[in-house]
């Protein structure tokens, strides 16, 4: 990796600021434990494997600020990371992300937005965006692909032609900024950045992720990740021993997950 990326200013803001009411459980989703860990740690975790990451906000709801301060000062402690800042988020998530952004220290030079319900960060799909951050990309965007046939007004959908957007999503300081001033002065409710960046008609670099980057929304979702986290591991430690050889194998669909 060049010593010019090593430099690479990194800032993530990790939406966290969610009811979370779906999952129909007496705790926020971002607490419960994947194998001794919280949703919350797996997420905060998975950037912190990297020097260019300089800061991180984390929103909050009121009802788990105790908790979270609790997990994060944990955090700190373990990683000698002390630039891990928790933010009141709003009603909605575009809010949050507002208020994070405006909390953002000035020196960054790319800004990863993520769910903290998307507790697991394949070593794979972050190196993806570092090559994409390499070559000026502004603003990147992870998706994979729809593989059951869909209808939408009883006309079948070419599935092709059809992408499930993940996060985190990245974007350099000058697209950050665009989408603050949107997120401020529009009356409309993004679900995400990206459908901000769609108003904005900002070019945007889509680049191929993975199941494991699955949001956990309902309870089923949460027996899924449990399970998925075994194989999770053990397909980070194969790509930590041959990197070259995993991305052969995931140009070949054999890791397509």
């Known amino acids: 990796m060049s010593s010019k990326l090593n430099k690479t200013n990194i800032a993530v803001i990790i939406a966290a600021a969610g009811k979370a009411s779906r999952i129909n459980r007496n705790i926020n989703k971002t607490l419960l434990k994947i194998e001794n860990k919280t949703v919350l740690e797996h997420s905060i975790e998975a950037f912190l494997k990297y020097n260019q990451v300089k800061q ?95 209808i939408y007004d009883m006309k079948a959908i070419d599935r092709e032609l059809l992408m499930r957007i993940q996060t985190p999503q990245c974007f350099s300081k000058r697209v950050v900024l665009k989408i603050a001033d949107l997120l401020e002065n ?50 980070e430690y194969k790509y930590s021993k041959d990197k070259e050889e995993f991305e052969k194998k995931d140009e070949n669909k054999e890791n397509d997950i």
């Open 186 to 235: 529009s009356e409309v409710v993004y679900k995400d950045e990206s459908t901000a960046l769609l108003t904005l008609r900002e070019r945007i670099d889509f680049v191929k992720s993975s199941e494991f980057l699955n949001k956990i929304t309902y309870p089923r979702d949460y027996i899924v990740a449990k399970e998925m986290y075994k194989l999770f591991k053990k397909l």
């Open 56 to 150: 991180i906000i984390v929103t909050y709801n009121d009802n788990d600020l105790n908790e979270y301060q609790y997990l994060i000062d944990g955090i700190k402690q373990k990683y000698s990371f002390h630039k891990i800042n928790l933010i009141e988020g709003g009603e909605k998530r575009s809010e949050s992300v507002l208020k994070a952004i405006k909390n953002l220290e000035e020196e960054y030079d790319y800004l990863m937005i993520h769910d903290a319900a998307r507790p697991f960060m394949p070593s794979w799909v972050f190196d993806k965006f570092l090559k994409e951050i390499k070559e000026k990309e502004e603003a990147i965007i992870p998706y994979v692909t729809v593989q059951d046939t869909t």
